[in-house]
């Protein structure tokens, strides 16, 4: 199954109680594209960045089979920076900067190689851009997976609102879910949320697991409880990567097979934090993978005894 991903590419400037990072590789397409390769082949980018931009990182994407065919370079502009600086529990965070450059104008392109694929993840970005990339694939993917973050609800609402009306499922944070609703009640968020469009939510709650909401259903996966969160940037890219490349891997798009992927995503982003930036997401081995999901099946597995 093909899977198209859209998301920023940057440069990132990282805090946490553990230190602190000059300029590394990160943004949303970059984890999304990284985490799913795991899973799917080709994943075909849609992105831009400046002539600034890490030809090493661009050479280890070929080397992991990540099209970059949709990723347009602006030779004479800045790839898009983002700075973050994370609190003690490492589970809340500030941005400290976020210069659009390249991304301020993007106008996405889609190679002719890239249409007709079956998945679309639109990883955070502009929602008029992730539109956008809706409208020019000749066919409607068979599954839509939106990821967004509380930048857009601010400052680009009613745009966000129309994007979301037109995907399959939705991943957000639980602080984004309550400013989306205005409902402190993920429960009641959720229903809200789910009435603007999308069937599936994914509520993310950060080292407390992510929830599943589809109709009245609910499903919920924790978090691997690890010694050491080195650096949480990229962890919910990383998750919407190894959701949706589980999903296209089975080609199953029903919630018993969500249900998994919420497991192969929360798998993937476990990794994620264990180093800074992207490192820990080059060379992973399925064999890894598979362990990382068995250690979530003995994490929650218990045998009741009905009275
Ligand atoms: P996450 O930790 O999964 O929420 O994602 C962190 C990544 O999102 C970083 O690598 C940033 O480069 C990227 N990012 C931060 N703000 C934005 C934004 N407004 N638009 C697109 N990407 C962003």
């Not at 946490?16 to 000059?22: I, L, M």
């Not at 999308?198 to 924790?222: C, Q, R, S, T, Y």
């Amino acid at each position: 199954m093909s899977l198209v991903v859209v998301g920023s590419m940057a440069f990132d400037a990282l805090e946490t109680p553990f230190g602190k990072t000059d300029k590394i590789v990160g943004g949303a397409a970059t984890y999304i594209s990284l985490s799913s390769s795991y899973f799917v082949k080709p994943v075909n980018v849609v992105s831009v960045v400046g002539g600034d931009f890490d030809q090493d990182h661009i050479a280890l994407m070929h080397k992991r089979d990540i099209s970059t065919e949709g990723v347009q370079v602006k030779e004479n502009e800045k790839s898009f920076f983002w700075s973050g600086r994370y609190f003690n529990d490492m589970n809340s965070r500030e941005t400290l900067a976020t210069e659009l450059n390249v991304l301020g104008d993007f106008d996405p392109i889609i190679p002719e190689s890239y249409q007709g694929c079956e998945y679309l993840m639109l990883g955070n970005l502009a929602p008029q851009v992730q539109r956008t990339v809706i409208e020019r694939l000749n066919e409607r993917p068979k599954l839509v997976v939106m990821d967004t973050m509380n930048f857009w609800m601010d400052i680009a609402l009613d745009e966000l609102k129309e994007t979301m009306a037109m995907v399959d499922v939705l991943s957000i944070n639980d602080e984004e879910a309550r400013q989306l609703s205005g409902d402190y009640s993920l429960v009641k968020a959720a229903k809200k949320i789910m009435a603007m469009g999308p069937k599936f939510l994914i509520i993310k709650k950060g080292e407390h697991g992510a929830l599943l909401f589809n109709e009245d259903k609910v499903f919920f996966a924790p978090a691997l409880p690890l010694e050491e969160v080195f650096d949480p940037t990229g962890a919910g890219d990383t998750f919407a990567g190894g959701f949706i490349g589980y999903l296209a891997s089975c080609n199953d798009t029903s919630f018993e097979s969500m249900k998994r992927a919420v497991i192969y995503g929360s798998a993937m982003a476990s990794f994620c934090v264990e180093k800074f930036g992207t490192e820990r997401l080059k060379n992973l081995t399925k064999e890894e993978i598979e362990n990382r999901v068995q250690q979530f099946v003995n994490l929650v597995q218990f045998d009741t005894v009905l009275q």
